[in-house]
């Protein structure tokens, strides 16, 4: 091989070699970009505290059970003496404070099992939940005092709501018999379940 011809390709080398070295250079300048120094951090925070008491004690300890509805009112005009006892034409209450020590809302709610331990379905006599500023007022428990529905009673946050669980023996001729077979029988109702939950934030 001459001379001239290897100095040729010796020449061609370096032109690819200068060719790929420079195409190198315009890709990387092309792709580029400015950057900072990566930083990291810790996402934290405390949550709401959830804290409902039951008659002046802490939820699950305090007792809901053996209900005593020993205020007895008549639900009749005119009556004479209100018995010491339930009987047609009377109606009583039990109160249960709530207080609600949270920091969100809580919804209570109080529902009655599948029925009545003993049959009252032939009778005047019902049980029934409901709220107000004072059920001795007259007005009766099933009237304009309200019942506590499913959707519960909301309470806020730092602030306390009385419940009241109660009966209503309405005075009822076309009831007679019913009432009657229930006359010095030891009256229970099925297991009521008191709850408390977290009410549903709404978006303002």
Known sequence: MDKTKKNGILKAAACVFGSTMLMTCVLGGTLAKYVTTEKEANASFTAAKWDVQLNGEPWDTASFDNLSITDIHS????????????????????????????????????????????????????????????PTSGSDITGNLGTLATDGVVIEPQSEQVVYVGYNWEFDSSKDSGDTALAGQKITFDKLTLKAEQAEHKAI
């Not at 109160?95 to 003993?118: D, F, L, R």
């Not at 379905?121 to 019902?126: A, D, F, H, R, Y």
């Open 75 to 134: 639900s009749t005009s005119g009556s004479a003496e209100i018995p010491t006892k339930p009987a047609p034409g009377t109606w009583g209450y039990e109160a249960i404070t709530i207080k609600n020590n949270s920091e969100v809302a809580a919804k209570i709610t109080v529902t009655q099992g599948s029925g009545a331990a003993t049959d009252v379905s032939n009778s005047g006599l019902s049980l029934a939940v409901f709220t107000g500023t004072d």
